[in-house]
């Protein structure tokens, strides 16, 4: 459906429409959670959701463009939620940091197929669609992470550390866990998408990167 | 050259037909270094090994079957290495530790598609080759971190810590880092894969992981 069609049809914020698109999306990231990829068939996709995939042209242009949607929608919440976090006065940044982490494990969590989505965006985008995801997302959780870092070394609780190399710590750790689900699955018969696992890996990566950061008088033994 | 003139010709392991194998197993590493990639195209290869691709063919079977050699090439090298490591007697396992990461990061460096590649191969083998590449690979590696955690604690420098969540995170961290230069490369102009950024990670990556696992009255300050 082209532009001229869209304009002729239903308005594109009508309830019944906007519920398909937003099935669409839950649909494309459940089949991307489950298969670990990112490359999903149409095909799948009208068969999962019970719509006719000439939506995904309607809604989205083409495949890209619902790639493109669905991570708009995944990283607007993380950045949305970072925001918040560092706007609460009353919480101290080890606290935030804690809250941050463990975040970011459910995030992956959900999405473990987000960073590769990323990815393959930037890769296979025009520049000034890469830079638009650079400018509306990295960029804006790049400063969230130099500013609550420096605020934990301006209190005496954290190293000094590199805020853009502790982000790929961060969640450089958190991803490469979910993501390598297949392999656990296959050779050791073992699933990373279960919530006691979860749990288990919000908790070792929350220590271990808390411990990691913070200043040594800070440290508590386990 | 196709399988006729191959076949006609020299035998396999004759120097110049080794070295056409290794050469071809170079370029693919290459090619996917270069274009943060795994898939890549046989007419590339031809064209930057300079070997006519039907050599694919002969001596691997098909693409896949050189994507396993390519596995078994990086791989072999790094279960090698952290043998090797373990069974030196006259170093403690903080020191053997700290070698160890910074020899994660070169690896990483050196081929930041290897867990990308070995996600795939695990994904797109059937049953049998998974498990070979789990009990090759996999498990030996899973043993080691289990056995240098252990000795560690026993020695009381490291804290208790799940070896196997422990080894994501190392990796992961690594992994992110260089896996993401397209990322840095678009969006802020710099790339990952610098012998000054390689350093500058791998001291981050050091003090980070060596600050995560040492016991409170073994931390410093830096």
Chains 1, 2 share one sequence.
Do not use: W
Request: net charge neutral; hydrophobic share 40%; aromatic share 8%.
């Amino acid at each position: 459906m082209n532009d001229t069609t869209v304009t002729a049809g239903v308005a594109k914020d009508s309830p019944e429409q906007s519920g398909a698109r937003e099935l669409l999306l839950d649909t494309a990231s459940q089949i991307m959670r489950e298969g670990d990829l990112v490359d999903i068939s149409l095909s799948e996709l009208s068969l999962r959701s019970g719509l006719n995939s000439a939506l995904v042209k309607y809604y989205f242009g083409n495949k890209a463009g619902m790639l493109k949607a669905l991570l708009d929608r995944d990283m607007e919440a993380i950045v949305t939620s970072v925001d918040a976090l560092l706007a609460k006065d009353h919480m101290n940044p080890e606290a935030k940091l804690r809250r941050h982490i463990g975040k970011v494990i459910d995030t992956y969590y959900n999405y473990p197929y987000l960073n590769r989505l990323l990815m393959r965006l930037v890769r296979d985008s025009d520049h000034a669609e890469s830079q638009r995801i650079a400018d509306k997302y990295l960029a804006p959780l790049g400063r969230a992470y130099e500013k609550l870092i420096a605020s934990g070394l301006k209190a005496g609780v954290f190293r000094p550390i590199d805020s853009q190399l502790f982000y790929f710590t961060v969640t450089g750790a958190a991803d490469r866990f979910f993501s390598a689900r297949l392999v656990l699955r296959h050779c050791f018969d073992q699933d990373t998408l279960t919530e006691e696992l979860r749990d288990r890996y919000r908790e070792h990566t929350v220590d271990f990167v808390m411990a990691g950061i913070l200043a040594p008088d800070r440290q508590t033994s386990r």
